[in-house]
Nanobody, 123 residues
Framework: QVQLVESGGGLVQTGDSLRLSCAAS????????MAWFRQAPGKEREFVAC????????YYTDSLKGRFTISRDTAKNTVYLQMNSLHPEDTAVYYC????????????????WGQGTQVTVSS
């Protein structure tokens, strides 16, 4: 069982940067692949990025590549999402997910989810 707690969301302005954190409870965190998804009001949950157990491999949705960066610190059991040049269209609840060997952009492929953190970008 893995418990995930996101933090770092908030209200920012267009062009600002924000770093989200996701702390995992499991001692086996280092063996899980991790991902970030987001969900805007009235829309389906959307894949953002994922990272493998070592941090050596990452995968991004094309539209966010270059602006968002996923990373992980195994010693701290934490995965991060650095978001730069934020737009109002980035406004959403951002969710962290964990999977045992998962490597997919489909939300239903991931095993564990956090409660989400709200990111609001004003114009």
């Amino acid at each position: 069982q893995v418990q995930l707690v996101e933090s770092g969301g908030g209200l920012v302005q267009t062009g600002d940067s924000l770093r989200l954190s996701c702390a995992a409870s499991s001692r086996t965190f280092s063996t899980y692949t991790m991902a970030w998804f987001r969900q805007a009001p009235g829309k389906e949950r959307e894949f953002v990025a994922c990272i493998n157990w070592s941090g050596g491999m990452t995968y991004y949705t094309d539209s966010l590549k270059g602006r968002f960066t996923i990373s992980r610190d195994t010693a701290k059991n934490t995965v991060y999402l650095q978001m730069n040049s934020l737009h109002p269209e980035d406004t959403a609840v951002y969710y962290c997910a964990a999977g045992d060997g998962t490597w997919s952009s489909r939300a239903n492929a991931w095993d564990y989810w956090g409660q989400g953190t709200q990111v609001t970008v004003s114009s």
